[in-house]
């Protein structure tokens, strides 16, 4: 076990090497607070106290995909699909507007008949007629083709999220079926299509898996690195009774490691690649009440409204217990600014809050 020490002077050395990697995620009391110190430290040198604002709207339930984890998978037939009507995104992508969010996020389950694909075309026309083009957006909906990465590129949407889930082949294969639909290999060649096409890309991993192991958790930051990165979503594994990675929820650990891993995540990240968008997500609220918080405290620099319409809200639950089903866009942001001011940070109105990384990798 590491002493606070020896955490300090790992840090000090820069050195993330997968050992210092696996080590660090594996700091408990006082060397792990040391590592959350260090990079609160870097957090307010590097970006001071910004964190940034992006509407989310879950698009549609539909999936074409069935990953074992998640509790919208094709084959969960316990839920009631929806698709919010092109009207109630314009009204949300008004509402982050007028709101100072200056961004949006579009996300959705994977789905790319042509059909799906030019609904989503034709909403980014209507959203970007409605709000003289000032929102940036992102989108979260899967794996697609060059083509249409290129098609959506086009239509102004330039940030995109594609999270590799696990970096690891072996894991990966354990959390997908293997039906052609979910290859590892289709995954990393889809975020690097990404990065050619032009996009501000994204992707991350969830934490405290079943057959998840610390040196896993150390892959993933190297592959973000490796990958480099303009943003990262990643959190906590949550489990959902109506899903086959439910039986093997033994094996994963408790609440409050899974946060603090995550945790540790999040500040290893940030010190390792001070310039990327980093998320506190929603699935850290739901683990640990003031969890988003306390990720914004020791890194991340970007929260997601939730901007979806409630009536559809309980249809996407891809875990147990997410919060905020019953909460409207105007209370959710009213509760997420004043948790922001009480931790010390200040919300960045009507900045697009593009990565830094992005803007240096392609001198834009
Ligand atoms: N627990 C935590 N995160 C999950 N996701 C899907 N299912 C779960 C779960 N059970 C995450 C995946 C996906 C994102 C939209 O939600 O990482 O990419």
């Known amino acids: 076990m590491m002493t606070t020490q020896e955490v300090r002077d790992v840090l000090q050395r820069r050195d993330f090497s997968p050992a210092s990697l696996m080590a660090l995620l594996g700091t408990r009391g006082e060397a792990m607070e040391a590592l959350f110190q260090e990079a609160e430290l870097f957090r307010h040198r590097i970006s001071g106290r910004k964190v940034y604002l992006r509407g989310l709207v879950e698009l549609s339930n539909r999936c074409a995909k069935d990953c074992y984890y998640c509790g919208v998978r094709r084959s969960n037939d316990t839920v009631a699909r929806y698709s919010v009507r092109p009207e109630e995104v314009v009204n949300a992508a008004l509402f982050a507007r007028d ?128 990958m480099d990165i303009d943003m990262v979503g990643m959190g906590p594994y949550i489990e959902h009774e109506q899903t086959p990675l439910y039986v093997h929820r033994q094996l994963i650990p408790d609440k409050e490691t899974r946060f603090l891993l995550s945790m540790k995540m999040v500040a290893l990240l940030r010190l390792m690649m001070p310039d990327i968008n980093i998320a ?49 866009a105007e209370d959710t942001t009213e509760s997420l600014t004043r948790m922001i001011h009480a931790a010390g940070l200040e919300v960045a109105l009507n900045e697009w809050g593009d990565s830094m990384h992005f803007r240096k990798r392609t001198n834009y």
């Open 99 to 226: 709101h100072g969010f200056a961004s949006m996020v579009l996300q959705s389950g994977e789905r790319s008949d042509r059909h799906f694909v030019r609904e989503v075309s034709l909403l980014l026309e209507e959203i970007h007629r409605h709000t003289g083009g000032e929102l940036h957006i992102t989108r979260s909906m899967g794996e697609q083709s060059r083509q249409t990465y290129k098609e959506w590129y086009d239509l102004g949407a330039h940030r995109y999220l594609l999270r590799i889930e696990a970096s690891d082949p072996e894991l990966y294969a354990r959390l997908h079926p293997d039906d052609g639909l979910h290859r590892y290999e289709d995954r990393v060649e889809s975020l690097l299509l990404l990065k050619d096409v032009g996009y501000q890309t994204g992707t991350g991993v969830m934490i405290g898996l079943p057959f998840q192991r610390l040196e896993h958790l150390a892959a993933d930051l190297l592959f973000f690195r490796t």
């Open 280 to 328: 506190a997500t929603t699935a850290m609220q739901t683990i640990q009440e003031g969890g988003r918080e306390f990720a914004l405290k020791v890194g991340a620099n970007v929260v997601m409204p939730n901007l979806t319409p409630t009536k559809y809200r309980e249809n996407y639950l891809l875990y147990k217990d997410k919060p905020g089903i019953d909460q409207d």
